[in-house]
């Protein structure tokens, strides 16, 4: 038979062989140019800063809490594979700087583990916002993403992160007053603060750049002729500022937290300009410990008029005209976990029936104490089972942490890393 007989297009199986090659290359062309065109799209990386909130300071063991609402059960979904072990995303790379900020970077694949450290460099048992933003954020583009966090504990947005276009630190005359009755001199005084002034703003934008400049280094993948933008910065701070009356004399008041809106916006500009970006979209995570004010039980009175006034001046300069979509406030608020504060309140209790009783019985069995520590006992555990149900005793393992660290509640943080990717996606350029 020849050559040219075989492939005659009268011959059946030539036609047949002919249109089974024809359909194999219509379906792995599309293929093949989503892959070329992905790879041509520059590298999305975002940036997370703040302080303790955004290292994040929920332990792995408050997973299993979010599973108990029917509401969040699908992000622990997300969070973990079938084996409830943490996931770890294929497509989603970090580099996480804390610590003193000299070399304490640590970085790979983003799994759970990122969140506050004691060794910067090792794998934690905490989780930050960065997680479920990771996870979110790579369903949502489906691509490879690069995430930077640098976050420090108790740092202030007024002096730590104080960018340069805010200027120096001012003190006001109460302050100075302060200082002559400790014996301290206003020039000293102001030394001390010109050192602070802006060496964690500093220690951030360095690092971004020090990343940036040899993406490799974390994210091995990465082409450079591919390049890259950076999509989004989120800033999740804001505990130090407000509960700082020395900087803030007149907090709680209308107008009282106003210097800290200010400063926020000479930070979007300035961080755009120093890293070059200036269109990238900014999220400010508005701290929300407690829940919305207007639920505040009696306890929790005297706080409202300070976190109303001061979650205000977070959000102001989403308002601001030159900020007008390019800048988001997210209410973190709204993922408080009310079901778990009221567990805990039922905890509580039980707690303070303990202590009243060890007291009341100190020095069994002398005059002063009456009911032996082993009556006690079984007087507490009779309460415990009257107070707190079985479904209760496990809410309490969603708490790992203080109110101030969201209860260290991963049911909490999870959904505002969730808010986080969810505000900023639509403004990533595809």
């Not at 030159?322 to 976990?337: C, R, S």
């Not at 415990?384 to 943080?413: F, P």
Request: glycine share 10%.
């Amino acid at each position: 038979m020849s050559r040219q007989h075989l492939f005659h297009f009268h011959s059946p199986v030539s036609f047949g062989l002919l249109m089974s090659l024809a359909l194999t290359l219509i379906s792995v062309l599309p293929t093949r140019v989503f892959a070329e065109e992905l790879a041509k799209k520059p590298l999305k990386v975002f940036v997370l800063c703040g302080q303790s909130n955004m290292e994040g300071h929920a332990k792995l063991s408050s997973f299993d809490h979010i599973g108990l609402d029917p509401k969040t059960a699908p992000i622990l979904k997300e969070m973990t594979f079938d084996d409830k072990k943490p996931r770890v995303c294929d497509q989603v790379w970090i580099s996480y700087l804390t610590g003193s900020g000299d070399g304490d970077e640590g970085m790979g694949k983003l799994t759970a583990g990122y969140g506050s450290r004691k060794v910067p460099t090792e794998a934690g048992d905490k989780i930050g916002p960065e997680f479920t933003f990771g996870i979110y954020m790579e369903k949502l583009l489906d691509e490879p993403i690069l995430i930077i966090k640098t976050a420090w504990g108790g740092k202030s947005l007024n002096t730590d992160f104080r960018s340069p276009s805010a200027g120096a630190y001012e003190f006001n005359q109460k302050q100075f007053d302060g200082f002559k009755k400790r014996g301290l001199t206003k020039q000293a005084a102001m030394q001390e603060k010109a050192k602070a002034t802006g060496k964690y703003y500093r220690l951030m934008t360095g690092h971004v750049k020090r990343v940036l400049g040899d993406i490799k280094r974390v994210y091995p993948d990465y082409d450079a002729e591919q390049g890259y933008e950076l999509s989004g910065f989120v800033w999740f701070q804001g505990w130090n500022d407000m509960v700082d009356g020395s900087t803030y004399p007149n907090r709680g008041k209308p107008g009282g937290y106003d210097l800290y809106s200010e400063l926020m916006a000479h930070f979007i500009r300035d961080v755009r300009k120093d890293l070059s970006a200036p269109d990238m979209h900014f999220v400010i995570g508005v701290m929300g410990t407690g829940g919305p004010v207007e639920m505040y039980d009696a306890s929790q009175q005297r706080y409202k008029g300070i976190h109303s006034s001061f979650r205000k001046a977070m959000a102001a300069p989403a308002s601001m005209p030159e900020f007008k979509g390019n800048v988001t406030a997210v209410l973190t608020e709204k993922y408080w976990d009310h079901e778990l504060e009221a567990v805990i309140k039922k905890n509580d209790l039980v707690n303070q029936k303990a202590r009243a009783l060890a007291k009341a019985n100190q020095g069994f069995p002398d005059k002063k104490g009456t009911i032996s520590p082993k009556d006690q006992k079984i007087i507490v555990d009779q309460f415990r089972a009257k107070t707190i149900s079985q479904r209760d005793v496990e809410i309490l393992k969603g708490r790992t942490n203080a109110a101030y660290h969201y209860l260290g509640s991963a049911k909490i943080m999870a959904q505002i890393g969730k808010a986080f990717a969810e505000a900023l996606s639509p403004h990533v350029k595809n």
